[in-house]
């Protein structure tokens, strides 16, 4: 089976202060992706990784920043943490095969809440 | 934004019965899916179904597709209180990566 681990679920942290939330997959999945989830507005994409090194902008990029040194492991930065950014942080992997069957992984989520 | 919109936000329903959650999108796409969500917990993967798909069953799940009227629908019958959770429907777009743009979910409650 699929394993996505998220470092923290639950996270209390200050304006202005710097976050790192982790997530590793150990699947050896190519493609990995972040995501916040928010009452009333689903699952909306941050940025995702299609390779290590590799990232690209999702739809609400603004306000994060990612990393992906190792294939397994994709971080999730907030560089001035505001309080806007409380939400639910969803974190996913999948092969990154072609052929239009692609099959996201989820993590268990990291609930922050900026103070 | 692609997203893609549930229909009913929320259902409730007795054990026993089926329940339907309709899904519309936007834009043309490989394939849609649909996850679950159990309260507070990550979303797991339910059905798949490609754009030259019109149907497709998975246990009690049926997922329809109807790329010309761009929607979908989820049929669980003979529903659990194990059901209770939230849906969504994801679509998979054209654009080159294998990104899912999610809908907002239908809450489904189904009591004993």
């Known amino acids: 089976d699929v394993k996505v681990t998220q470092s923290s679920r639950y996270l209390v942290k200050r304006t202005g202060e710097k976050v790192f939330l982790e997530c590793v997959q150990d699947?050896?999945?190519?493609?990995m992706f972040w995501y916040r989830q928010d009452p009333g507005l689903g699952l909306r994409l941050i940025y995702f990784?299609?390779?290590?090194?590799?990232?690209e902008k999702g739809d609400i990029p603004e306000g994060y920043s990612v990393s992906r040194e190792k294939k397994e492991r994709f971080s999730l930065i907030l560089e001035s943490a505001s309080t806007n950014q409380t939400s639910m942080y969803l974190c996913?992997?999948?092969?990154?095969?072609?052929?239009?069957?692609?099959?996201?992984?989820f993590g268990p989520g990291t609930r922050l809440l900026v103070l | 934004s692609q997203q893609g919109e549930e229909d009913p936000q929320a259902l409730s329903i007795q054990e026993g019965e089926n329940a339907t959650m309709n899904c519309s999108y936007k834009t043309s796409i490989n394939n849609l899916q649909w996850y679950r969500q159990n309260s507070g917990r990550g979303l797991v993967h339910l059905i798949l179904i490609r754009s030259n798909e019109r149907e497709k069953h998975s246990g009690r799940l049926r997922v329809t597709l109807d790329t010309s009227k761009k929607s979908s629908s989820l049929l669980i019958t003979a529903s659990r209180a194990a059901d209770t959770a939230s849906y969504f429907c994801?679509?998979?777009?054209?654009?080159?990566?294998?990104?899912?743009?999610f809908g907002k979910g239908t809450m489904l409650l189904v009591s004993p």
């Open positions: 990784s299609y390779d290590v090194k590799m990232k």
């Open positions: 699947m050896d999945h190519e493609n």
């Open positions: 994801a679509t998979e777009g054209m654009s080159g990566y294998s990104t899912l743009t």
């Open positions: 996913a992997s999948s092969t990154g095969l072609a052929g239009g069957r692609e099959t996201q992984y």
